[in-house]
């Protein structure tokens, strides 16, 4: 029995060596985003709704991307478990190609024709004119995420994820600098007794994307550097493998294709039912869904950062041979995550109405602002529901993850928030019209706590054991005349 404890206490502890700053990495762009609408919501309700809109329809194509990319960190760790350094650099190459040649061919062009998509939502004229220039500053700029992620999952992999730390830190001071410089310009925040900034005009919505921006690049700089000091040289040879390896890049899409299918898919249908479905009900349940939803991306971005250990740490043990152990950091990440999720679902149902009035400007219209945070504070008890399933979810996919099981999650992801999310969604919003933006909620909490099921049974079942993703290394040939 004490040893059994002391296994589990090492398991706990080792997660939480890798997920700490692993957390905080993750939590980087989010934690972005939050300041962009936290600073906006001075300017209006619409602001805010129009800065959400944009941020997650840009999002659609990055979060694509990122899924893919997730298969660095398992590469890479894998590598490291086995002891096979010299294969390691190639895969954060081909991550960061992989980034360019996306960029030129996905972002850029979906750049240009966002403006369409939002007006083909019956958005109103000004609402799309600003989510259109939200979106399109992040699209444009989004090579410079893209590298980010890439190199985040290669430290990861590494077991090195402080280095990303840092930057994600040093990012997030930048984008809160740029945004107060760049959405308030010459007006500062007399509110608060800050003063502006002399002749800088105030860019509203567009300069919260162009703080992003900044952030992203701040933030990338500290990986980049490491990457291509000379001590991870003299490791790993980095610079001999600069240039674009095919074979390399091909096994990263051939294992993350899934993986960003699963992302990018999921996050369309989020993006639906926020702009669509629940967003079909006005500007103040938008307002409300918002304020909300950015919440909510802040509680489960730290169990996205744990599933990410999870990835790390299943990956390396399989490297090892020890399966045993692989499943013990998996189940151990999965206890920090429902622990952290649980605390969180316990401040979103007594703290509901303070959170949604965080994002209602002063100059709102009292009834209008009391519609508003009645309509989050619902919200916020659906969200409350599904936390906790929301962690199980979350860690057992990076545990698969970590094994090379990314097609089983991939798909049950895609049948289940389609059939859910948007087709419970809109039978909600059909047949419950009464239930308003609480109808199709009521859908997406259902979707996530079946999602969480899923998967644990998937990752329990123990399929996973039997891939193998490392090729065996070729045994060197005897001359005839040896013994």
Known sequence: MIQRLRARGDDIGEVWKQA???????????????????????????????????????????????GALTLVNTLVAQRVGAGRTNEIARYGWAGLWLCVFYWLVVLLPFALFIPMLFESMGHDPTLVAMESSYARILLVGGVILLISKALSNFFFGLQRPKVVTIGAIAGNIANVLGNYVLVYG?????????????????????????????????????????????????QLNVWREWRPNVAAMREVLRLGWPAGFQFGNEIVCWAIFMTVLAGSFGNEHMTAGWAAMRFVHISFMPAVGLATAATSLVGKHIGEGDLVRAARSAHASVAIAVLWMSVCAVIFVVFRHELTSVFID????????????????????????????????????????????????????????????????????????????????????????????????RFERGGWRALHLLAPVPKPVLDSGEK
């Open 20 to 66: 700490w700053p692993t957390v905080i990495a993750m939590l980087s762009y989010t934690s972005m985003q939050f300041v962009d609408s936290l600073m906006v919501s001075v300017l209006g309700p619409i602001e805010v709704a129009a800065q959400g809109n944009g941020g997650i329809w840009s999002w659609v194509p990055l979060a694509a991307a990122f």
């Open 186 to 234: 010459e007006r500062g925040l007399p509110e608060l007794g800050l003063p502006g900034i002399p002749g800088v005009p105030a860019l509203g919505v567009a300069g919260s994307a162009i703080g992003t921006v900044i952030g992203t690049t701040v933030e990338l700089i500290v990986p980049l550097m490491f990457f291509l000091s000379r001590k991870l040289n003299a």
């Open 362 to 457: 002063a100059d709102t219209p009292a009834d209008s602002a009391a519609r508003i945070r009645d309509i989050g504070a619902t919200i916020f008890i659906c969200a409350a529901i599904f936390q906790t399933l929301d962690a199980v979810g979350l860690v057992y996919t990076g545990a698969l993850r970590g094994a090379g099981d990314t097609l089983f999650p991939g798909l049950a992801t895609v049948v289940l928030s389609w059939t859910i999310i948007v087709g419970g969604g809109f039978l909600m919003t059909r047949y419950r019209p009464d239930l308003a933006s609480t109808g199709p909620w009521i859908a997406s909490t259902a979707y996530i706590a079946i999602l969480g099921v899923v998967l644990a049974v």
